[in-house]
Nanobody, 125 residues
Framework: QVQLVESGGGLVQAGGSLRLSCAASGRTFGVYAMGWFRQAPGKEREFVAAISWGGGTTYYADSVKGRFTISRDNAKNTVYLQMNSLKPEDTARYHC??????????????????WGQGTQVTVSS
């Protein structure tokens, strides 16, 4: 069973930046698509960004397009989420998730089989 551990969350003012990391256990990280999702209190979990197994294809929710960038380093078993121009509505717990083998990435939760515990991001106005 893979373990996914997120880090990099915190409290930041509106307009600021944070970089989230998700470290995966095991030796097969590089063949899986990866995604980031978030869940705010009282709201359903929503898709943020996804990246293909090789890193050549990325997808973003409209709400973060142009502000967030997903990337991966397969040599380090890590996927990143660079978040710029943060807004109070970005406040949520951010989770990374492992998708399909040799997948291109997806915005559907059902396409992800393993999830991390998440890291909290709080954006103050």
């Amino acid at each position: 069973q893979v373990q996914l551990v997120e880090s990099g969350g915190g409290l930041v003012q509106a307009g600021g930046s944070l970089r989230l990391s998700c470290a995966a256990s095991g030796r097969t990280f590089g063949v899986y698509a990866m995604g980031w999702f978030r869940q705010a209190p009282g709201k359903e979990r929503e898709f943020v960004a996804a990246i293909s197994w090789g890193g050549g294809t990325t997808y973003y929710a409209d709400s973060v397009k142009g502000r967030f960038t997903i990337s991966r380093d397969n040599a380090k078993n890590t996927v990143y989420l660079q978040m710029n121009s943060l807004k109070p509505e970005d406040t949520a717990r951010y989770h990374c998730a492992r998708g399909a083998v040799y997948g291109s990435g997806s915005g559907r939760e059902s396409d992800y089989g393993s999830w991390g515990q998440g890291t909290q991001v709080t954006v103050s106005s």
